[in-house]
């Protein structure tokens, strides 16, 4: 018996880093996965590979969550496919850091419709299908920026602040019809987006962080399997839970 027997989940960036690790452990614990990438078709696939390794179902579904008709028509896919929709999480997004005086348009609107316009065309057109079952779990991926700043991060900071706000007025919206929608805020985990900064930069942020260590992707898995999980997440709603070995208390 898992945890997720039943229930159909989408993952968006379930390619890499923290997505995969979420996809994998909803799988584990019975979930059947839609397992939504944009670029890394090979890593999605082989993602979706070890999701059937564990005895669950996946389907994998190319587009761009910052394209409003792409991001619609992934959500219509994974409830084609699997019938209904339980669990949605909010995973994609990027960075491109500037200091503020360089930060171009460019740069600006690409991660505010990656992590910020996606969250809202995505979860849109998600809503539907859970308010017809009066049942859903809403967890979008935010960030530790999104609560205290950071360099060269206005752009990210921005959109990772937005989801929290913007999963707490969900939360009240739709908290009568059995609906919960909550963020969890990573520190620095160590994935390509982390893992991608020069070895010197990474250490001057390593040493930001109390525990003194980059999390792990499977570490907010598990935070995203307890808010799904109907045994530990059924009265969470609105919430924000930091997965962020201390770097913001
Ligand atoms: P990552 O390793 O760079 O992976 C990003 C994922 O997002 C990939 O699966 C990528 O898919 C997907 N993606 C990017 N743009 C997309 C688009 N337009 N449409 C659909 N999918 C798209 O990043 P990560 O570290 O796992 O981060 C995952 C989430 O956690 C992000 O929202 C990030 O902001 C947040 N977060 C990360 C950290 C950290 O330290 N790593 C800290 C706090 C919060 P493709 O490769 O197929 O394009």
Redesign the pocket.
Known sequence: MGKLDNKVALV?????????AIALLLAKEGAKVGL?????AD??NAVADQVKALGSEALVVQ????DAASARSLVKQVLDHFGTLDILVN?????RDMFFKKLTDEAWHEVIR??LD?VYYVTSAAVPAMLAKNYGRIIS?????GQKGNLAQTN?AAT?AALIGFSKSLALELARNNITVNTI?????G????LSIKEEVQQKLLTQVPIGR?GT?EEVAEAVLFLAADSSGSYITGQQINVNGGIYM
Request: no cysteine; aromatic share 10%.
């Open positions: 968006t960036g379930g390619s890499r880093g923290i997505g995969k939504n990438y944009n670029r890394s890593e999605a587009g761009d969550v910052g995973n994609a997004g990027i960075t990656t992590n996606s991926i935010s960030s530790f920026v990210y990772k805020n990573p520190g620095f985990m994935t390509e987006m982390v980059f992707p």
